[in-house]
């Protein structure tokens, strides 16, 4: 088996985090558990009813690009891709062919082939012997990046997958929850003995990393003991079975000409020098160069600098303190606090009310001061940082707002998924700008519920 070499390339779909959907004005909500609810005659293909474009969701596609130190499409147009399936109610699914928006770059040492902007279908859920269609999600905007064939083992595909969803939520194109189904992962795998390419598998229904990197080792075994055997691989889509951990067959792969892509008719085409949205981008502080900078400073471990870059909150208290005061002796007892103090209680109370930069630099003096003895007490202090606590009647009064704003989490907890609790005093706390006490906002809550 050592002398074979697997060949990997990824192709991945990641919904963008826009107000509305790609080609219509229907509400883009993830999150939405009412079935068919953010619908439209436009998304459910309705006969005269005729597509928009989102240009913000073109820009976002754009931003991607411009990180990926990618080639920019100045010139751009949205095909028609043709197939039949439930999922799609026009029976094709607007998406691009010849000219998408971004080609080449590279993340992470992998190359990117392209990167292109389309349609995600409905959701299809299967009960029994009946198949529902909940088209919610249909229209919703869909980035797909395709990487070259450079990858090699399933470690290398992971890591790249990890860091995309990373670079996403940096630049606000998209929260990326593989387990929300808004990034889904299928990876094209072959094996050889020599220098050329073996006969391609496609592996779907990849919905966690791990999944990526299993389902990878599976098919690579696979294809070898088979050809081991004086068997042939063939050319095929297969899928994931997480509960036995095996590859199954679906379908013969179709070839770019089985969809008779040709362009839409119904949209415009795209000039992205002529739009001042579109050919000025600003590019945050990407992760990679966040790694670099926070590298620099000399006493913060890789693990350290992994745990920053990858929490958006533990990063913007880390920045805020660093502005207000750039001593390394200083940051790095802050590190210490965030890392430590900071990030437990967040995992302990996922709404918990952050401390201001102010506020930690002045625990941080009490504690170089030895006014603070202990980390029990130190500890204590971070826990404890709520403003005065909030009367009754206001708590009760944003309480009500957040229900009356949010009927479909409310119906979702009343189904029984605690989770949506968490979501519900969430908003309360934006609401209350931090001022309330997330457990007495919570009880708040429950108590209008009940």
Known sequence: MASYTPTIGLEIHAELKTATKMFC???NNPDEVAPNTNVC?????????????NGEAVRKVLLVGKALNATLADFSEFDRKNYFYPDIPKGYQISQYQYPLVQGGSLGGVAVTRVHLEEDTARSQHVGDKSLVDYNRAGVPLMELVTEPVIHDAATAGAFARELQLLLRTLGAGEANMEKGEMRVEANISVSKDAT???KVEVKNLNSFRSVERA????????IELIES??????????WDEAKQVTFSQRKKESSHDYRYFPDPDLPKLMVSESPTLSHLELPELPSQMRERLRAMGFLQDQDIEQLVGDAQLTQLF??????????????????FILNDIAGQIKKDPVWQLPSADFLLEVITKYQSGAIASP???????TGVHAEAMSTDALSDIAKQVIDANPSVVAEFKAGKEASMQFLVGQGMKLSKGSANPQALRDAIQTILA
């Open 216 to 223: 990878i080792e599976y098919e690579v075994k696979r294809q």
């Open 41 to 53: 005659a436009v998304c459910l293909a309705h006969p005269g009813t005729l597509p928009v474009m």
């Open 25 to 27: 004005g229907c509400r």
């Open 376 to 382: 029990q007490a130190k500890a204590s202090i971070l």
């Open 197 to 199: 390419f073996g006969t």
């Open 319 to 336: 920045a805020a303190v660093e502005s207000k005061n750039a001593d390394p002796a200083i940051l790095k007892v802050a590190a210490n």
């Open 230 to 239: 004086g068997g042939t691989v063939v050319q095929e889509t297969r899928g």
